[in-house]
């Protein structure tokens, strides 16, 4: 009877055993998928900050661009179509313009416009609307339009800023 009751006890203890390592394997299992899910959102955060730092990055090289073709000659913007988007594109020496939609490295679309700027008749601040047009000053706006990986979302960025005949 005492042998019955040995194997008794060892077929329980192993049934435990068993058990536990089940339990613990969930458990080392859970925290590996929640590891695995924190490096996944990081690596995602990182794609994003890079896109958005090459955005910030062409839309700087743009507006400079744009000083370069205003600190060659005020003619190079006195006499660009207001109110028409162009494409930026490197010729192999210097900046030009295209109508045509340019994608830098198939993702990126980077558009600029000019428009005219209006002053106050008696104060001369720039006004929305309304005044004159200054002849000598002019708005570039810049875009840059990319879709991030795996989104179905664009995300845009816009900056603009003022350029005026300083060699008149």
């Known amino acids: 009877m005492k042998r019955k009751a040995k194997n008794e006890k060892r077929k329980v203890k192993s049934g435990f055993t068993l058990l536990e390592i089940l339990i613990g394997a969930s458990i080392i299992t ?19 900050m890079v896109e958005l730092s090459q955005a910030g990055f062409l839309l ?5 661009a744009v000083r370069t073709w ?5 003619a190079n913007l006195a006499d660009w179509p207001v109110g028409t988007d162009y494409y930026l594109i490197w010729n192999g020496s210097r ?27 008696t104060t001369k601040d720039i006004v929305p609307s309304g005044g004159t047009v200054d002849p000598n000053t ?10 991030s990986a795996g989104s ?14 300083l060699f008149n």
């Open 30 to 48: 859970a925290s590996f998928l929640g590891v695995l899910t924190v490096f996944d959102r990081l690596a995602k955060s990182s794609r994003a």
């Open 60 to 64: 700087e090289e743009s507006l400079e």
């Open 70 to 74: 205003r600190d060659s000659g005020w």
């Open 95 to 121: 900046f030009a313009t295209s109508t045509a939609k340019v994608f830098l490295d198939g993702k990126f679309e980077r558009k600029i416009g000019l428009t005219a700027v209006s002053r106050d008749d």
């Open 138 to 147: 002019k708005l570039a706006t810049v875009s840059v339009a990319w879709r």
């Open 152 to 165: 179905d979302a664009t995300t845009t960025q816009t900056v603009s800023a003022y350029f005026t005949n």
